[in-house]
């Protein structure tokens, strides 16, 4: 294509040409190709699709303007009430709920409470100089080795291969974090936690038992309540009363230290809910600091301590001659001499060479009278009443891990176990199933199992399993009195109280499976008040040393029927139980109390010289007098019958003179060896010699 251009003038002369005169100027010619006009096209197009576009944009920003003038300036819309208190940050200075319930005694005293607290970690490569910071640290802290943080801190290590996270300290009070933090060292940080405290320290220490630096319990109720303490934030109240607590503690301590005992226990128990008001055991350790108690303080002697409980048991024998109807408190038992058992003798500590009846074989305490009672009932008799009394399996207990009693093998239970057990020898159990044995005994013969919670007393209360006879329980409290008034239990006596109870003094099982010659354990059960008895209380002192007080010996009339009688003396007041006047304890005592020398009432008659043995009386009765059991007895011992009561025969039998008799007050007597390797488990198979050691020898006491 070729386009003429004319120009509208002359063009000019280039300089330096010829002037012409009169000359024409040239036309030029322009040659546009077709490329060209391609291209010149696509640009126009680019063009009006730009402009196109600026206009879609500018009319969408006209809109949104227009939109935003309606909405805040035309027609406004203010947020709503709700909406704006949503956006209201909410602040608080009350705590936060803790993650671990609080526990208290029956009367809300807190005994264990979670506080807010802090942990002290590390990134050891954030920190400048771990030497000099740990020194700075070990300052701030005390206790903590200056040598060991370092070494935490990374100290000559090269920075990249220190490790990332150590704990320094996972139970800083508020004035060490506060220390910690003045410091202001690089990588040292804190980690809000909550840490448990126990106000009291070593009071109910067992009881409480502690918690894992995490806070999960680890031993007591601590542990056996730890899926309830974290999932309910209710306080947990105890059955402890911790003014009781502090007064048992304080007066067991006191035997402990007089006696320099190794250790000992006590238990105060409601005689008609099974409520454990206080519960010590000795020694015991600080539940802020249970990670560093020693094994032997940690060791609960009332839960996990099984002993041979002495001639505190002879409680259940009686009760349990009573209640079979065969004997009659009023029956006389020969105990004019030891009692002879293959190489063995069974003795009383201060033999009288008479016939006695069961209140003062009770009062004194005999073994021979004892075992001859237990041989007329028999093993099947005592077997039936001990299960009952539920001695052959683990208590039941809302603490972890109590221990299976030992007992003879049933296929064992011959004639010298039949005896032995009759006056606590042979078989071990722990104190708190002793003591809650002894519950139906006094309160009119149902038994309750043992609690340490409280019992809401407008709420429903516990149900019992009747063990015995009321008539039996009524007559058990009167014979328990007497032993306090007239016999070995005599220190045990309070001013203005009527209090029952029976000594125990059990001799300690050896390491090597013998009697330790000249150790006792010497024990103390009482209830009070015994017109109406609402407590028991048991103390306990392990292989107790004698002193001028005791003149010299280590029974439980001496060593621990004193710190009963204080113990009652002192919390009597505190448990609404006031002391009665002279005249009102005398007729109490008069009323409370049965003769030790009783003549059979009209119509009955009694065991003694002439008539040593009634009907259905086992065969080993006759064995033990040397004669040839008849053939019902022997029928009746293999069928493991009970026998029914004896009818009466109208014959009033009476022992020798009563002056030949004299009124023993005497203490109750050391047991002598007696069994060969007949002790059990739950009536399993042969494991040992008789037992009066302490679960597992945990504490190196026998």
Request: aromatic share 6%.
């Amino acid at each position: 294509m070729t386009l003429t251009l004319k120009p509208d003038r002359p063009p000019e002369r280039r300089r330096g040409a010829p002037a012409r005169g009169g000359a024409t100027p040239l036309m030029e010619h322009v040659r546009v190709t077709s490329p060209e006009l391609d291209q010149r096209a696509a640009l126009e197009r680019a063009r009006k699709r730009i402009l196109a576009a600026a206009c879609v944009f500018i009319g969408l920003y006209v809109l949104l303007g227009l939109k935003l003038t309606w909405s805040t300036v035309v027609n406004p819309k203010f947020p709503s009430a709700a909406q704006i208190a949503a956006m209201q940050p909410t602040l608080s200075v009350v705590p936060p709920m803790p993650g671990r319930a609080d526990i208290t005694d029956r009367n809300g005293t807190i005994l264990a409470v979670s506080l807010p607290g802090a942990e002290l970690y590390a990134d050891p490569q954030q920190v400048p100089d771990p030497a000099r910071d740990a020194q700075l640290l070990a300052n701030a802290l005390p206790g903590i080795d200056p040598g060991w943080m370092a070494t935490e801190l990374g100290a000559g290590v090269v920075v990249r291969k220190r490790k990332e996270f150590v704990y320094l300290d996972r139970k800083l009070s508020p004035q060490e974090e506060l220390a910690v933090n003045s410091l202001g060292i690089p990588g040292v940080y804190f980690e809000n936690n909550e840490k448990r405290h126990y106000p009291d320290g070593d009071l109910a220490g067992h009881i409480l038992g502690g918690v894992r630096v995490d806070s999960s319990g680890v031993a007591g109720v601590e542990k056996y309540f730890n899926a309830r303490l974290i999932s309910n934030p209710a306080p947990l109240a105890l059955s402890i009363d911790a003014g009781i607590q502090s007064i048992v503690h304080d007066e067991l301590a006191a035997a402990v230290k007089e006696f320099q005992a190794p250790g000992a226990c006590a238990i105060v128990m409601n005689a008609h809910t099974g409520e454990i008001l206080a519960m010590v055991s000795l020694p015991d350790y600080d539940v802020n600091d249970y990670g560093t108690a020693s094994r032997n303080a940690q060791f609960d002697r009332c839960v996990n301590g099984t002993y041979e409980p002495g001639s505190v048991f002879k409680l259940q024998t009686i009760a349990m001659a009573l209640d079979s109807g065969m004997i009659h408190w009023w029956d006389y038992f020969d105990t004019t001499h030891p009692l002879q058992v293959g190489r063995f003798q069974i003795t009383d500590f201060e033999p009288v060479h008479t016939w006695m009846a069961v209140p003062e074989i009770l009062n004194v305490s005999s073994n021979i009278g004892a075992s001859r009672i237990a041989t007329i009932l028999g093993p099947k008799i005592e077997q039936n009443w001990y299960q009952r009394q539920q001695f052959f399996q683990p208590l039941n207990i809302q603490l972890p891990g109590p221990p299976r009693p030992l007992f003879p093998a049933f296929s064992n239970w011959g004639l010298a176990a039949t005896m032995t057990v009759s006056f606590g020898a042979g078989i071990a159990i722990s104190p708190l199933q002793l003591v809650t044995a002894v519950l139906p005994i006094v309160n009119g013969g149902i038994r309750y199992q043992p609690t340490l919670l409280a019992v809401d007393p407008s709420g429903p209360q516990p149900t019992g399993v009747r063990i015995m006879q009321q008539s039996t329980s009524e007559m058990m409290c009167k014979l328990m009195t007497n032993v306090v008034l007239f016999g070995t239990g005599k220190n045990a006596a309070v001013p203005g109280y009527v209090v029952g109870g029976k000594t125990g003094t059990a001799q300690v099982v050896g390491p090597h499976g013998g009697y330790l010659q000249h150790t006792n354990n010497a024990s103390f059960m009482a209830a009070f008040p015994m017109n109406d008895p609402q407590y028991v209380v048991y103390v306990l002192v392990l292989q107790p040393k004698p002193d001028a007080t005791t003149y010299g010996f280590t029974t439980g009339g001496y060593i621990a029927a004193p710190s009963v009688a204080r113990i009652i003396a002192r919390i009597g007041p505190m448990l609404g139980i006031m002391p009665a006047n002279g005249a009102q304890l005398a007729a109490l005592d008069q009323q409370l109390t049965v003769p030790l020398d009783p003549t059979p009432p009209p119509g009955h008659g009694a065991l003694g010289p002439g008539d040593p043995l009634p009907p259905g009386a086992n065969a080993f009765a006759y064995e033990l007098m040397g004669e040839k059991p008849p053939a019902s007895a022997v029928a009746l011992s293999k069928s493991g019958l009970t026998a029914q009561a004896r009818p009466a025969d109208g014959a009033a039998v009476r022992p020798a003179s009563a002056q030949l008799r004299r009124r023993h007050d005497g203490v109750a007597a050391p047991i002598s060896p007696m069994l060969g390797p007949h002790v059990t488990l739950l009536a399993g198979p042969h494991t040992g010699p008789l037992m009066g050691r302490e679960r597992e020898n945990s504490d190196g006491l026998s």
